[in-house]
């Protein structure tokens, strides 16, 4: 089937850890963003990528990295930097930012 | 910048009540596209409805309905005769063209709950 998977559903991180997300896509889009929701936050912005090998900061990266080495995946890495990193973390993708996108099932993330 | 503001946090209303989900954007460009997504409690946001900044017609999709007034900038979403299976968060979000491809801004999300 067509669609984002990302992995893990569930992720529990120690302080100081560094965690990578993932994101898969199968349905040849160009654009991949990642989102972070907080209760009561709605979906904020971390980073995105409109085309392989280039990624472009949202509105809150500060303590994530990104990496687009191939169009189908666009991990993202929660550093030891981000100090309130408990969220949930969705994926999405599309063929371009004013087109529908699809998003996967999320990583609910906690730190321990 | 643009900005999408859902005012309404929470509503709860009883099953097969009407009931109207608030959207307010702003925006400096003349063609943007508003988006509505339904989180139900597994996560995943899922698609409702796409409207360009060119096309005012409100829409109708069986129990949902869409009112889009430029004159406000506002993209309300209604449902008729709401269900259980309505009740879940919606967000309203905002797509500017002329600025370039911009990526999706969300509002804070309205969580409805359908009482039966």
């Known amino acids: 089937d067509g669609g984002i998977t990302q992995s893990p559903k569930y992720l529990f991180r120690k302080e100081g850890q560094n965690v990578t997300l993932s994101c898969e896509q199968n349905?040849?889009?160009?654009?991949m963003y990642w989102y972070r929701q907080d209760p009561g936050q709605g979906l904020r912005l971390i980073y995105y990528?409109?085309?392989?090998?280039?990624?472009q900061k949202g509105d809150i990266a500060e303590g994530y990295s990104v990496s687009r080495e191939k169009k189908e995946s666009f991990p993202l890495t929660v550093t030891s930097a981000q100090k309130n990193p408990t969220a949930f973390y969705l994926c999405?993708?599309?063929?371009?930012?004013?087109?529908?996108?699809?998003f996967g099932q999320g990583t609910r993330l906690t730190v321990v | 910048a643009q900005k999408v503001t859902q005012a309404q946090t929470e509503i709860s209303v009883v099953e097969k009540e009407d009931v109207t989900l608030d959207c307010v954007y702003e925006?400096?460009?003349?063609?943007?596209?508003l988006f509505w997504y339904k989180q139900p409690p597994s996560g995943e946001l899922v698609f409702l409805i796409r409207?360009?900044?060119?096309?005012?017609q409100n829409e109708i999709s069986g129990r949902y309905s869409w009112n889009f007034q430029k004159s406000t900038s506002s993209f309300n979403f209604t449902i008729t005769a709401s269900q259980v299976v309505d009740s879940a968060v919606y967000f309203c979000?905002?797509?500017?063209?002329?600025?370039?491809?911009?990526?999706?801004?969300f509002g804070k999300g309205t969580r409805l709950s359908v009482i039966a």
């Open positions: 999405a993708s599309n063929s371009g930012g004013n087109t529908e996108a699809f």
């Open positions: 349905l040849n889009h160009d654009a």
């Open positions: 990528s409109q085309i392989v090998n280039d990624f």
């Open positions: 925006t400096r460009d003349t063609t943007y596209y």
């Open positions: 409207r360009n900044s060119f096309d005012e």
């Open positions: 979000a905002l797509s500017e063209l002329d600025s370039g491809n911009t990526p999706l801004v």
